[in-house]
């Protein structure tokens, strides 16, 4: 079995391949304070709850966007999983051509789920990941990494709003039944709901233009179902994208050597 874990700013997000099948997944919320024992502690639970065998892992396959949580759980991986994890960074083979100025700049989980978009759905297509932050990335219809665009996600706007004005409370984050909020509260859903819906409708179509249009478009991410609710402008809701990039990615530097892909620009 495999263990994938995708290290958010947030949240971490945990998945266990059997085979091709994900046969349980958990989310943890990403702590630096944490030791690497302390983390194991915790994970070993879930896998028990989950009636998932700790002996039965064999490989990790991991993505962070906290680069000071990297070290803590390639320490787990050794010491509890006897495995040395393969961390999808720079040196690491994922198919996929970078495009980007300086392809040493994107986030790992953002070509982690590039790669997982394109062999689901072929190309070319968008993903939209809406966590943290608020991620777009393109792939075209040849397979490789455009580059994309990045905005402050939902709740580090809707926590900016809350903090710096006094008389606004911290509401749910779903849509109202009316765009004319006639309470504060529909208003702050409103605003933020129907706004992000439109930031990403924006973001989309800017893209399909420059990609000559046809793409389709993937949601993932710790808010898709939310905001998924409030727009049509996806194709494919998918929240388990990054583990399944993960599982892509291992298996390829995993497997028997294959000839190198001639390309003009970086590839991962």
Known sequence: M???????NT???????EDERLVATWRISSDLHRTSDEYAVLI?????????DPTGI???????SVPPLNQIFEELSRAYFGAEPLVVGAGVKTGMRILYDNPREVGADRITDAVAAYRLYGGPVIVVDLGTATVFDAVSKEGDYLGGAIAPGIVIAAEALFQRTSKLNR?????????????????IQSGIMYGYAGLVEGV??????????????VATGGLAVVVAKETRVFDVVNTELTLQGLKYIYELNHSAPV??????????
């Open 204 to 217: 989309v179509q800017r893209f399909q233009e420059e990609m000559g249009g046809g793409a389709k478009v």
């Open 58 to 64: 064999k490989g990790v396959a991991l993505c962070s």
């Open 171 to 187: 509401v749910e984050m779903v849509g109202p039944k009316h765009a004319i909020g006639k309470n504060t509260t529909h208003a």
């Open 259 to 268: 000839a190198p892909r001639l390309a003009g620009a970086g590839e991962g």
């Open 11 to 17: 949240e971490s997000k945990l998945g266990v391949f």
């Open 2 to 8: 495999l263990l994938a874990i995708d290290i958010g």
């Open 44 to 52: 070993l639970d879930l896998l028990h709850h989950g009636a998932v």
